[in-house]
């Protein structure tokens, strides 16, 4: 369970800043104290070696004036007995006595040494000891040139000491760069809050506008990089506060004019349907043709009607003034009287499955909306037989309405809800205003619950859940 954790911290700002400040000090430092120890190590091996070397040259040169060539065995002891250290003097097949063992020398050194004409060196461990091996040929000036006389000295130098200081001096090395660490972390800590204090603010900033806190503003210190992202940033909330603002005002001004209209035209609609409704009880005893455009106007003056009465209802959900008046109630019960109450019965492919007893705290006028819009536009758009099945347990009563038609196209089925929406746009002028689904969710969110479209493969399915016991004015 920690990794989880530990990986959202990690990909955090603040992390990577210090992680990166503090891997780049630690190379800073380990170059640093790499460059030093091995300065150190040469000049301290140097310190050694050159002196070892000009000793050997020396003690040689002094002492070959006493030398006659080649050398026996008796002058090749006393060559080596002359010689400081620990050293063997070599001439070809012989070689001094001494505590030297020429077995003991590398090979590559007796090599250069035979074949060169200067003094060589090398570093060798023996056990876990380090030494020094230093090689010269012994020449000799004739009327040719220098010449190799065949004898060949070789001293032997402990480097124990010197390999202990050089130890100690890799120790500290390191302990410097791990010093350097905690130096690192601090200073990376510090530049981050120097760095991420201001992208703290405005991610703050940002997240006030997104819920809808437009006139939030920031400070701007400094003219670096980040202040002017911080006026950037008051000038894009500056022009959305006035964007939306000006939107604001036009969708209040739309709604107001939607609704006065709404409001406007009901008096003159329930004159209208009163006159329509004496043309329909008169039109057998109108001509023909006259009867034909009384039926006409009498259609459309009650599609008319409907439109304003939806549009009025949206208009009170756009004002929030939309308001629940919960009672008990018999769910059942309150879905058979709405279908009662437009003459949809069996005949009309209703098929309803309606179990007693399921009661719930609803609005009984908003249910009846909702149980209208869907049964009538499963009636309208699809095929029978239309099924209107309930059902509930602890928490929730659920209606589902299902036809047996072609089903909403996949591109309509997201927006199904949305307002003036129609799933076929050459049926403009159908029966149906655009508004019932949209009406039909606002009031089930109203209750705290929803509406949902879906296909089933052979019709289309909307599923209503209310919660039994909403709060009011419930989550929407």
């Not at 530990?6 to 790499?34: C, E, I, K, Q």
């Not at 670096?224 to 006026?231: G, K, M, P």
């Not at 004159?271 to 009384?294: F, R, S």
Request: negative net charge.
């Amino acid at each position: 369970m920690r990794v989880p954790r530990l990986r959202p911290w990690l990909s955090g700002l603040r992390p990577r800043l210090v992680l990166s400040f503090a891997a780049m000090t630690l190379v800073g430092a380990a170059a640093a104290a790499g460059a030093s120890y091995g300065t150190a190590r040469t000049t301290i091996l140097q310190g050694v070696q050159d002196p070892a070397m000009v000793q050997l040259r020396d003690q040689v040169t002094a002492y070959l004036p006493q030398m006659t060539l080649p050398p026996d065995q008796r002058q090749l002891d006393n060559l080596a007995d002359n010689l400081k250290g620990t050293t063997v003097a070599i001439c070809r097949d012989l070689h001094s006595r001494s505590a030297l063992d020429p077995a003991e020398l590398p090979a590559d050194l007796r090599q250069e040494v035979a074949t060169g004409a200067t003094i060589q060196f090398k570093r060798v461990i023996r056990g876990d000891t380090p030494l020094l091996m230093v090689g010269m040929p012994v020449l000799q000036r004739g009327d040719n040139g220098v010449a190799h006389t065949g004898v060949e000295v070789y001293s032997m130098v402990s480097l124990a000491a010197q390999q202990t200081a050089i130890d100690q001096l890799a120790t500290r090395a390191w302990q410097t760069a791990a010093l350097a660490l905690p130096i690192a972390v601090a200073l990376a800590l510090l530049a981050a809050r120097q760095v991420l204090r201001p992208v703290r603010e405005l991610n703050t900033a940002a997240r006030k506008l997104g819920h809808g806190q437009l006139d939030v503003r920031l400070r701007a210190k400094g003219s670096d990089e980040l202040a002017q992202l911080v006026t950037t940033f008051n000038s894009t909330a500056a022009e959305l506060e006035r964007t939306v603002g000006t939107l604001r005002e036009m969708e209040a001004d739309a709604r107001r004019f939607v609704a006065d209209v709404s409001h406007e035209l009901r008096t003159p609609l329930a004159a209208m349907n009163a006159v329509t409704d004496v043309l329909d009880e008169d039109a057998e005893q109108l001509p023909a043709d006259t009867a034909v455009a009384a039926r006409l106007v009498s259609a459309e003056t009650r599609r008319l009607t409907r439109l304003v009465q939806d549009l009025v209802e949206i208009s009170r959900f756009d004002a929030g003034r939309a308001e629940l008046r919960l009672e008990e109630w018999d769910v059942a019960q309150g879905v058979t009287d709405s279908l009662a109450a437009r003459g949809w019965t069996a005949a009309d492919g209703i098929v309803a499955d309606l179990p007693a007893g399921v009661v719930a705290t609803v609005d009984p006028r908003r249910l009846d909306i909702v149980v209208a819009n869907l049964v009538g536009n499963a009636l309208r758009h699809g095929e029978p037989p239309v099924e209107v099945h309930l059902a509930a347990d602890a928490h929730t009563v659920t209606l589902e309405v299902t036809d047996h038609g072609p089903g909403i196209p996949d591109a309509v089925l997201p927006h199904v809800f949305d307002r003036f929406t129609k799933a076929d746009s050459a049926r403009a002028r159908s029966e149906g205003s655009g508004l019932g689904l949209s009406i039909a969710r606002e009031n089930a969110r109203l209750h705290g619950g929803d509406v949902e479209a879906a296909n089933t493969g052979s019709g289309a399915r909307f599923t209503l859940w209310l919660p039994r016991h909403p709060r009011p004015g419930g989550a929407r």
